[in-house]
């Protein structure tokens, strides 16, 4: 458990060296600012937390992206992508409707971090399935985000869409995020939809996996390809 004790810096360096949160800036007033991985920034008044009065007002704090590759001088800026920029907009909702002084801080630091590791799985997703094939990233809603993977059979002039679609329910504490797949052929020979679908599923499962697991998207998709390379033509075409 995070002990939100932020004036030791014995407890600051196990912070970092335990949980990748550091203290990047502390002002008179009170603030502080605390960085997540390299990724986040948080500031707030860690004062306005668990203060024991129910009906005290939200002390100014926010949440923003602030990727590099190391904390060196000479850091290069890493891009908001689609996935992170949704995760991050969700993070936030968290952050700024949480009851400070009904609310821990080290609640408030592990929900952020539980919703970045999330965020990373599906990045690593990205990553491996953007080696396979052509891969898209779209925020269909605030709880749903797809990312669509397409399959093209250059000898059989089809194409086919494989959609991993990441649906957050519950809250940052307890966030759930579940995974669901659907293909469809875009056009070309008309394969069984449902029947790719699940077996996609089969790779995926329900949920996200611990980040160096992620590959079973693109494992997944290349499975499909050579299955379908193999069955080759269906004899009816979109």
């Keep these: 458990m995070i002990k939100p004790i932020l004036t030791s810096v014995d407890k600051l360096q196990a912070l ?4 990748g949160w550091s203290l990047t800036a502390a002002s008179d007033s009170g603030g502080v600012t605390l960085c997540y991985r390299n990724d986040l920034s948080l500031f707030l008044h860690p004062g306005a937390f668990c203060n024991g009065g129910s009906e005290a007002p939200n002390s100014p704090i926010s949440l923003s992206y602030v990727g590099s590759d190391s904390a060196a001088s000479n850091t290069r800026p890493r891009p908001l992508t ?12 968290h952050v700024h409707g949480a009851v400070q002084s009904q609310t821990a801080v ?9 919703g970045w590791g999330a965020a990373l799985a599906v990045a ?3 990553r491996r399935l953007e080696q396979v094939c052509v891969a898209d990233e779209a925020i269909l ?14 000898n059989l002039k089809t194409k086919v869409r494989a959609r991993f679609v990441v ?27 449902a029947k790719m ?21 693109a494992d997944g998709v290349e499975d499909l390809k050579g299955r379908l390379l193999k069955r080759g033509k269906k004899g009816e075409r979109i």
């Design 197 to 217: 679908g699940e077996f996609l599923s089969q790779y995926v499962g329900s949920g996200l996996r611990a980040v160096d697991k992620m590959g079973c998207w």
């Design 141 to 154: 809603s605030d709880e749903r985000l797809a990312v669509d993977a397409f399959v093209v059979l250059a």
């Design 82 to 93: 689609t996935t992170k920029r949704f995760f991050l907009q969700l993070l936030r909702a």
């Design 167 to 193: 649906e957050v329910g519950g809250g940052c504490d307890d966030l759930v995020a579940a995974v669901r797949v659907e293909a469809k052929v875009c056009y070309g020979e008309r394969y069984d939809e």
């Design 106 to 114: 080290a609640a408030l630091l592990q929900a952020i971090a539980a």
């Design 16 to 19: 970092e060296q335990q949980h």
């Design 124 to 126: 690593e997703a990205v």
